[in-house]
């Protein structure tokens, strides 16, 4: 019978990866899809001081949920854990898509969030489960083509909605994708998890929230609507560093902690993980901000914009696919060396951008970005599954995700408040306070007919403040790209390839 069960299991191991491969899609294709269409949900709902907290609340729940999600999914099995995440981001997804205000679309996004941090780190670890060592840096060319699928679907997709449709169709999409994903897990997926009681670090998660929500709002805030030394900036810094302490003390005190830190002493994990927040940070910097620029600055429609964006997502599969075969030649420093100087070009295009260089520019940086991504991303994920064993792959796998989304949280707060500081601060330089202008003033350029609208000086105002606040955004994300490529060349030079 024992036999026969294993044969039965291992003959799904096709139709597990295809399952995996379309919840993985679901997650992938948010991102690029929603980037594309927020020009046009701005012009729709106004609220462009709000625009990066779109962003920043899926994050923020993303990055809070994977570790809980991941530390489940090595007590309880992958196939519950994972249902119960797409079920709440399709819960979140029908909501964003009904939403009237910014404010309403935020708090839904942070449903949405909720459900999504369960989708990547499980996915992935589920690929770890059931295929060996050797084939798992194959089977990443597989995983990485739904990156590339979703990349390119994703951002012509959103453009074609936003156009002929209706950016809420971005959201309501998910739906059919989530409902066939969890059909396949419960039909092909089948564990044997050891049935004993489990304590959860409930504490460790609510101090983990708390650190994390407390800094994003100091990050978006600070800066641009409240003064570093105010009060508020100055008890949300205090909670944020108290909150983290707790989190470390509870961390080392708990029986089965949500981070458990024995793993972090491996230093390839470290690194990885180090890398994985810097680049968290650029990645969101430029897929949130890029299509505002294409469409309020250079005037080019959604699809344009979407077309920058998934240049990025082209370079990504075609990096990881190669990164696979790389790390059985080279090892996996050599393959993240290549992936961090690929980082530093695609910056270097973003940091010269101009309004005249055209969205072929901004194409090719998003090209070079996303190929240091897939190089990085997939020597990262493949090293730190052949270093843990299977009780900790899951949370091992969710620590790595977990870098990458508070990169992107931090990074969508970060750069959101460096955005509106520069706007701000560009328009009281030029004259903008005589005519009361705020940074929501900024929502006119994303809406085309409103824009046509404008007098020719005010609208060259606004472009110029657009255009130098994200000039002052890529200066930081080409920081970002320096500080991990200097983590890359720490990773020990002796390794198992």
């Not at 920043?56 to 119960?84: C, E, H, W």
């Not at 059919?176 to 092909?188: C, R, T, V």
């Amino acid at each position: 019978m024992g036999q026969a069960e294993q044969k039965r299991k291992e003959t799904k191991r096709s139709f597990v990866l295809a399952t995996v491969m379309l919840a993985m899609f679901m997650g992938a294709v948010e991102g690029t899809i929603v980037s594309t269409a927020m020009p046009a949900i701005v012009g729709d709902l106004g609220g462009f001081a709000l625009y990066s907290w779109v962003f920043s609340a899926y994050l923020l729940m993303n990055a809070v949920t994977v570790l809980i999600y991941g530390k489940l999914s090595d007590l309880f099995g992958r196939k519950p854990i994972l249902t119960f995440g797409i079920i709440i981001f399709l819960i979140g997804s029908i909501l964003s898509g009904t939403a009237e205000t910014m404010e309403m679309l935020i708090l839904y996004r942070f449903i949405q969030g909720f459900g999504a941090g369960a989708v990547m780190p499980i996915a992935t670890t589920i690929v770890g489960d059931i295929y060996s060592r050797a084939e798992r840096a194959k089977i990443q060319g597989y995983l990485s083509s739904v990156w590339g699928i979703s990349a390119v679907s994703g951002p012509a997709l959103g453009g074609l909605l936003v156009e002929y449709a209706s950016w809420r169709y971005v959201f309501w999409i998910n739906v059919p994708l989530g409902i066939l994903a969890i059909a396949g897990l419960w039909l092909y997926l089948h564990e044997d998890i050891e049935k004993k009681k489990h304590k959860i670090d409930y504490p460790g998660a609510v101090f983990l929230t708390v650190a994390i929500s407390s800094l994003m709002i100091i990050l978006v805030e600070a800066g641009a609507n409240w003064a570093w030394t105010s009060p508020k900036t100055i008890g949300l810094i205090s909670l944020s560093v108290l909150t983290l302490i707790l989190f470390i003390i509870q961390e080392r005190r708990a029986e089965e902690p949500m981070m458990p830190f024995n793993i972090w002493r491996e230093r390839s994990i470290f690194i990885a993980n180090m890398t994985s927040l810097t680049t968290g940070v650029m990645l969101i910097g430029i897929s949130s901000f890029l299509p505002a620029f294409v469409q309020g600055v250079m005037e080019k429609s959604p699809i344009v914009a979407g077309f920058t964006l998934t240049a990025m997502s082209i370079g990504w599969p075609i990096a990881s696919a190669l990164s696979g075969r790389l790390l059985l030649s080279i090892g996996y420093r050599k393959t993240s060396l290549f992936g961090g100087a690929a980082l530093i070009l695609g910056s270097i295009l973003f940091v010269t951008l101009t309004p005249e260089a055209g969205p072929l520019w901004a194409a090719a940086g998003s090209f070079f970005v996303g190929v240091g991504m897939g190089l990085t991303s997939t020597a990262f994920i493949v090293s730190i599954q052949s270093t843990v064993a299977w009780q900790q792959r899951g949370i091992a796998t969710a620590a790595n995700m977990f870098m990458r989304n508070l990169g992107n949280t931090v990074g969508a707060a970060l750069l959101g408040g460096v955005l509106n500081s520069s706007i701000l601060s560009y328009m009281k330089s030029n004259g903008a306070a005589s005519q009361d202008l705020s940074i929501d003033a900024a929502n006119v350029l994303l809406n085309e007919s409103e824009r046509m609208k404008l007098p020719a000086d005010l609208k060259a105002l606004l472009q110029d403040a657009l255009t130098n606040a994200l000039h002052s955004v890529y200066i930081v994300v080409f920081i970002f790209a320096i500080v991990s490529l200097l983590f890359i060349l720490f990773l020990p030079k002796k390794e198992e390839v």
